[in-house]
Each structure stands twice: as structure tokens, then as C-alpha cells.
T-cell receptor, first 112, second 114 residues
Framework: KQEVTQIPAALSVPEGENLVLNCSFTDSAIYNLQWFRQDPGKGLTSLLLIQSSQREQTSGRLNASLDKSSGRSTLYIAASQPGDSATYLC???????????FGPGTRLSVLP | GAVVSQHPSWVICKSGTSVKIECRSL??????MFWYRQFPKQSLMLMATSNEGSKATYEQGVEKDKFLINHASLTLSTLTVTSAHPEDSSFYIC??????????FGAGTRLSVL
């Protein structure tokens, strides 16, 4: 059974810092991995999608990497801003599945 | 782009009543939709897979008689929480994928059972 973990559970940084969020998954037979952002009481916003054959994806200040063989992904946020404060979720889809398995999330607070 | 609409966004009900949540794919057909549940400060957990024209597939520990799923058309799946109790209070969110690579999520429904 696929399990997804995220470290740290919570993170508080001053504005302007670069930061890294970590995601691990137990079954490397994934179809893709996706990073989402969730604001309190809200739905999900897709940030980056990495196919299993890819090593990284970039969008603006965000960069996500994938090491499928070791079951790890990282989300790098450059020059953090208070507007980045949210919970960041990592999720994977298995090769033979369609639904996501989500990690518990990292709650990020960027202080002005 | 493709959008999944979920309604209502927030519902408060009395214990013992039933609540229906709708999930619509607005510009694509979805033979499969997914229902997730998120308890406070926890991650999303898959409850069930909704299949158009056939019975839903429920995850272990999810009561199919309590969480009724109907997927009568290619653009609509409904989740009915029957005889809701305070422990059913949660954030429910649906998703649908026009192709395997892409999955779109609804905005979610916050259910509060008094």
C-alpha cells in the first residue's frame, strides 16, 4: 500500500528565505507526482506536476524534483513571500491507478 | 480550461439529517470521479471511486450505506451523507480526470453537523 510522508509538518520562515519541502513515498511505481497548495478552508491549487519519467519541473519561483528510485520529491520555493503561506500537499498516482494518495502536508508560514 | 464544480461549498445541518453534495465536470466527460475526505489538520483520504453507470468502489473503512454515491451521467456524481452525525463533520472534495495525466479538483464542501 502506497504511503506518502512529508517533512517538516510545519515551517515558519522570514520573508525572502529560500526553503525546501520534502516528500517521500514508499512505492516507486508511480505514474506521476503532483504538488498542491491548500489555503485554510479552501480547495486545492495544483502547483507542479512531474511525470514519472521526469526529474524536475519549474514554475516561477517554484521548482520540484523527483527521484523515483529513492521515493523522494522536493519542492523548492525561492524568495518566499507572505502570500506563500499555506499548506503544501504532495500526492502520487500509482501506475495502475487513477486516484491520488496524499501526504499529510507541510504548513508553511512566511513572516513579513 | 477544464473545471470541476462542487456544490454546496458549505453546509450546516442537524444530526440525523441527510446531505447531498454534487460534483460536476463542466466541459469534459468523466466516467470516473473520486471523493476524498479531509478531517481538520489531516490530509485528504480517498473515500470512494464513483463509476458512471455502475456501483461505486469504496475504500476500506468507509460505510457504503452511509455515504451513498450516484454517478448517473458522465458529468455528475453525487455524494449523500445519510443520517449525518457530528463525527461526519469534515471537508469533502471531489475530483475528475479528463485523461489520466490530469486531474481536476472541486473547491470542496465543508460539512458541519450540529
Amino acid at each position: 500500500k502506497q504511503e506518502v510522508t512529508q517533512i517538516p509538518a510545519a515551517l515558519s520562515v522570514p520573508e525572502g528565505e529560500n526553503l525546501v519541502l520534502n516528500c517521500s513515498f514508499t512505492d516507486s511505481a508511480i505514474y506521476n507526482l503532483q504538488w498542491f497548495r491548500q489555503d485554510p478552508g479552501k480547495g486545492l491549487t495544483s502547483l507542479l506536476l512531474i511525470q514519472s519519467s521526469q526529474r524536475e519541473q519549474t514554475s516561477g519561483r517554484l521548482n520540484a524534483s523527483l527521484d523515483k528510485s529513492s521515493g523522494r520529491s522536493t519542492l523548492y520555493i525561492a524568495a518566499s513571500q507572505p502570500g506563500d503561506s499555506a499548506t503544501y500537499l504532495c500526492a502520487v498516482i500509482h501506475n495502475y491507478g487513477q486516484n491520488f494518495v496524499f501526504g499529510p502536508g507541510t504548513r508553511l508560514s512566511v513572516l513579513p | 480550461g477544464a473545471v470541476v464544480s462542487q456544490h454546496p461549498s458549505w453546509v450546516i445541518c442537524k444530526s440525523g439529517t441527510s446531505v447531498k453534495i454534487e460534483c460536476r465536470s463542466l466541459d469534459f466527460q468523466a466516467t470516473t470521479m473520486f471523493w476524498y475526505r479531509q478531517f481538520p489538520k489531516q490530509s485528504l483520504m480517498l473515500m470512494a471511486t464513483s463509476n458512471e453507470g455502475s456501483k461505486a468502489t469504496y475504500e476500506q473503512g468507509v460505510e457504503k450505506d452511509k455515504f451513498l454515491i450516484n454517478h448517473a451521467s458522465l458529468t455528475l456524481s453525487t455524494l449523500t451523507v445519510t443520517s449525518a452525525h457530528p463525527e461526519d463533520s469534515s471537508f469533502y472534495i471531489c475530483s475528475a480526470n479528463p485523461v489520466q495525466d490530469i486531474q481536476y479538483f472541486g473547491a470542496g464542501t465543508r460539512l458541519s453537523v450540529l
